[in-house]
């Protein structure tokens, strides 16, 4: 079983960036698509980005597209989330998770404590 750990969040102010990073733990870490979510007060989890297995495919939402870099070390079992550019609508509690290999945002097993982040205007 496959659990997770994340981290790296904070405040920041408009226009600056964070790197979260996903710790996972089991042997299958590389096995595995993965994928950042994240859940504003008030709403739903929602996809930002995700990646292949072996790093070489990657999916954003919209939102973030060219402001947000998904990456993964499976030596070290963990996936990071570069956020450049930050804007107050980033604010929200991040999480990872094992996607499904389409890449489409479609999360399964347990999910982890996320760690927030929060961008000031």
């Known amino acids: 079983q496959v659990q997770l750990v994340e981290s790296g969040g904070g405040l920041v102010q408009a226009g600056g960036s964070l790197r979260l990073s996903c710790a996972a733990s089991?042997?299958?870490?590389?096995?595995?698509?993965m994928g950042w979510f994240r859940q504003a007060p008030g709403k739903e989890r929602d996809f930002v980005a995700a990646?292949?297995?072996?790093?070489?495919?990657?999916n954003y939402a919209d939102s973030v597209k060219g402001r947000f870099t998904i990456s993964r070390d499976n030596g070290k079992k963990t996936v990071y989330l570069q956020m450049n550019s930050l804007k107050p609508e980033d604010t929200a509690i991040y999480y990872c998770?094992?996607?499904?290999?389409?890449?489409?945002?479609?999360?399964?097993?347990?999910w982890g404590q996320g760690t927030q982040v929060t961008v000031s205007s």
């Open positions: 089991g042997r299958t870490f590389g096995s595995y698509a």
């Open positions: 998770n094992r996607v499904r290999p389409d890449l489409g945002g479609v999360a399964f097993g347990s």
């Open positions: 990646i292949s297995w072996g790093g070489a495919n990657t």
